[in-house]
């Protein structure tokens, strides 16, 4: 099952484009990364995805349905998309607990579906969010998407403001969360390697423009090629997805 569809997307700015005729697609129970250096559109894709961003032409289907313009963001929410935003994304003078409960959309919070991927948020349960560590409150921001009991994940760059070594303990979080709910996600990195060696497939974008894309472990396999995508190489012949 597809659960979002991109085809042929700009989107920008006042009217700019920064994302330039993107398509992509992420299907139930896969992760796909989508890489790029700065600037290149990656965090303005997943802003279109959630209707925070204009889309100035292409089609965006998410979960059945297209992505409504701009100002009904909350709609997409609704269908079962967690956007996870780039930087923190926590209320400070929030508890843990309290943080995780904003993420609940029905029922009573099972706070054990976030905790068995983050155990070490048991003990903080009651501390004030601004208190946490960078991996603390990036684990808190993972666990309130959790609880939202997502069908599709938009990841933005988790990896931002963490030494790596925390990021690489938090990447294979994600990969289970997809495996054991059939959920999929779209994670946006700039680390390629990390990023690729716990995803199924992958797009690069340079300069908002599509410039390889193809199975996560042919990109690592071909790091020349990879290596002169970030670079913005005219060398580059894009190359579609299976």
């Not at 508890?95 to 609940?104: A, F, H, I, K, Q």
């Not at 963490?162 to 709910?181: E, G, K, Y």
Request: no cysteine.
């Amino acid at each position: 099952m597809t659960l979002l569809d991109i085809d042929g997307l700009s989107a920008g700015y006042d009217g700019v484009p920064v994302v330039r005729d993107l398509s992509l697609h992420v299907r139930a129970g896969e992760v796909v990364t989508l890489l790029g250096p700065n600037g290149a559109g990656k965090t303005t894709t997943l802003r279109a995805v959630s209707g925070l961003v204009a889309r100035l032409k292409g089609d965006i289907t998410v979960l059945g349905g297209p992505v409504p313009r701009l100002r009904r963001a909350h709609e997409v929410a609704r269908r079962g998309v967690a956007h996870v935003p780039e930087g923190r994304g926590v209320l400070g003078q929030l508890t843990v607990r309290e943080n995780l409960v904003l993420g609940v959309r029905r029922g009573r919070p099972d706070f054990d579906k976030a905790l068995a991927y983050f155990p070490a948020l048991a003990p903080l349960m009651e501390r004030k969010a601004a208190l946490l560590s960078g991996g603390e409150q990036k684990m808190l921001v993972m666990g309130r998407a959790i609880l939202s009991e997502p069908r599709l994940l938009l990841i933005d760059e988790l990896s931002l403001g963490l030494a790596p070594l925390i990021f690489a303990q938090l990447l294979p979080v994600v990969r289970q969360v997809v495996a054991d709910t059939g959920a999929g996600a779209l994670l946006v990195e700039q680390y390629a390697e990390l990023a690729l060696s716990h995803s199924d497939r992958a797009y690069v974008l340079s300069h908002g423009d599509l410039v390889l894309s193809g199975p996560a472990s042919q990109l690592l396999a071909d790091r020349s090629r990879l290596d002169a995508a970030y670079l913005g190489s005219e060398d580059i012949v894009p190359r579609d997805a299976p």
